[in-house]
Structures are given as structure tokens and as C-alpha cells.
């Protein structure tokens, strides 16, 4: 398969306000050298709870965050270097789906305009061609035609978000970065938007980076997944070998506490792991795994030693000295 999407040692930091008139300004280092790969045709699910860096990952890949460092490959050219015009043309083969579908839409244009919006921007086509486009986008993600010239207002949830896809596919991008595209909709429209999100990477031969906290989504989704926790990637595999034989006991806890996912056993998940307390300071992470102080597996090591993302099994990445199941 070919790599769409190369990340390597993405690191995100943000400058905090000085403790002190002389003193040196404080950082939040909120992606601490994440790398990972998307190949063409697949869909990436990167998962996380809140703070774990997840979204900043991805809009510093697509350079909607200013990344301190690292290298973002896409088709082997680094996004991270390019010029600002450069940029703006590899905007095409790059869109995003916003989270809430009620504030990523004018409120003020009809869905027309805002659907046509980025040919518009881009200089895509003669206004004819645009506005055919549109009609025929309308028809691919379930709207009818004499919608068109209605406002956002004049939509439902489910139907907004159908109008944000839309708009992210005038392009004819390579790339749809979704950033928790259904956590705003009832649980039967987060079903239509799945479903029709699934079609469309078959149809149009899509890629996606998609960001949720929510692993029964990932799992309809997605091909692959990457675990993360205080911003780095904790554990990467298949989405079966990572459902089925979870490796590292963050992801365990995360499966054990999601609803959506059934409660089977397998080879590599004996028992809900559970873990309490809080994600440590980011401003002052600790030196071994970040994990440790919640991880009823930790060891003297954990704390001291940062474990490295490795090959396990030949199914996937792990950061843990531990990884396995046990019965805890």
C-alpha cells in the first residue's frame, strides 16, 4: 500500500503566561513526538480521552495548528515546509469535517453558496460547472435539490452535517480529516452519517483521519487505529487485532469502559481493566510512562524509564513495558 499521510515526530507546544517578571515562559508540550501512517484507501481512527492531544494532532498535520516540529508527509512532500501559496493548492487534496454541524455553517448563506463556497475560494470551474457540483454532491449525501437555496436554520442536525460533508467534497479532496463528526447528533443519526461517511470512502476512494473518543464509532469506521494519551500515541494496530488482543492497559480501560462495544471476551482482553484518578500535568509530565501512576500494572520501571513505541507481534505498536493481557 501506498503511505497518503506520513507523520513523524509531530511535536504541538503552546507558550504559557511567565510565573515571573525574569523568568523563563512556561510551555504546554501538548503532542510530544507522535508519528504514525495513513496508506491510501484507509480510514484512521485516533482515539483518546479528553486532553490526550487527539484533535491538536490533527489540525497540525493539516497545518490548522502550528506544529514546533516534526515532519508531515503527504504524497512525500512536507506539508510542514511548504509556502503559503503552496499550501493553499494542496487545500484541495485536504479537507475537514467539522464537530458541531449548528456552528460550522453561516448562518447567514443560503446552503448553496456555502456548498459552493470552496470552488469559489479555489477558482474551481466556471460558476455553471460549481453549481452543477453542487446538485450533484446534494444528491450523494441524501439532500434534495429543492433544498438548496433554504438557510442552515432550516435544517436538522443530521442534515447540516450531510451539508458540511458536501461542502468538504467540492474539491474532490484525497484527504477528509473528521474531527468527532457525529458527537453533536442523536445516536440514530450518528448511524446515517456513519453509514454514509463508509460509502463514500468506497465510493470516491477516500482517505480519512478521524478523531473520536468514542471507540463503537472508530470501530464502524475505521481500518486502523492509534491509542493516545497525554500527547503521545500509547498503541497502534488494525482495527481488529486492537479490539480483539488490546495490548497496552490504557486501551484495555478505554475498551472496558465503552458502551457501545459488546462485552465478549478475547484472547488478549480477560477482564475490565479499571483505572481512576486524573491525566497528569502536561506542563510537567512525568518522566516514565505517563500512564504509570493510574496503571494497576505498574511497575518501579514505569516511573523511571519512558517506554518507546515498538513492533509487538507483528500486529502492531505498543508503549509499554508490560504489554499483554492479564488478569487483574
Known sequence: MTALLDVRDLVVRFALPKTSFFGERPHLEAVRKVSFTLQEGRALGIVGESGSGKTTTAMAAIRLT????????FDGEDLLTLGDEAMRRRRRDVQLIFQDPYSSLNPRARVVDIVREPMDLMDIGTPRERLEKVRELFALVGLRPDQLN???????????????????????????????????????????????????????????????????????????????????????????????????????????????????????????????????????????????????????????????????????????????????
Open 150 to 328: 433554504l438557510f442552515p436554520h432550516q435544517f436538522s442536525g443530521g442534515q447540516r452535517q450531510r451539508i458540511s460533508i458536501a461542502r468538504a467534497l467540492t474539491t474532490n479532496p484525497r484527504l477528509l480529516v473528521c474531527d468527532e463528526p457525529v458527537s453533536a447528533l442523536d445516536v440514530a443519526i450518528q448511524a446515517q452519517i456513519l453509514n454514509l461517511l463508509a460509502r463514500l470512502k468506497e465510493d470516491l476512494k477516500l482517505s480519512y483521519l478521524f478523531i473520536s473518543h468514542d471507540l463503537g464509532v472508530v470501530r464502524h469506521v475505521c481500518d486502523d487505529v492509534a491509542v493516545m494519551y497525554l500527547g503521545r500515541i500509547v498503541e497502534s494496530a488494525p482495527r481488529d487485532a486492537l479490539f480483539d488482543a488490546p495490548q497496552h492497559p490504557y486501551t484495555q480501560a478505554l475498551l472496558s469502559a465503552a458502551p457501545s462495544l459488546s462485552r465478549r471476551k478475547s484472547k488478549g482482553y480477560v477482564r475490565p481493566l479499571k483505572i481512576s484518578g486524573d491525566l497528569p500535568s502536561p506542563i510537567n509530565p512525568p518522566p516514565g510512562c505517563a500512564f504509570a501512576d493510574r496503571c494497576p500494572r505498574a511497575q518501579a520501571v514505569c516511573r523511571e524509564q519512558l517506554p518507546e513505541l515498538l513492533p509487538h507481534d507483528g500486529q502492531g505498536q505498543v508503549a509499554c513495558h508490560f504489554a499483554g493481557s492479564a488478569d487483574i
Open 66 to 73: 502550528t506544529a514546533a516540529g516534526g515532519q508531515v508527509l
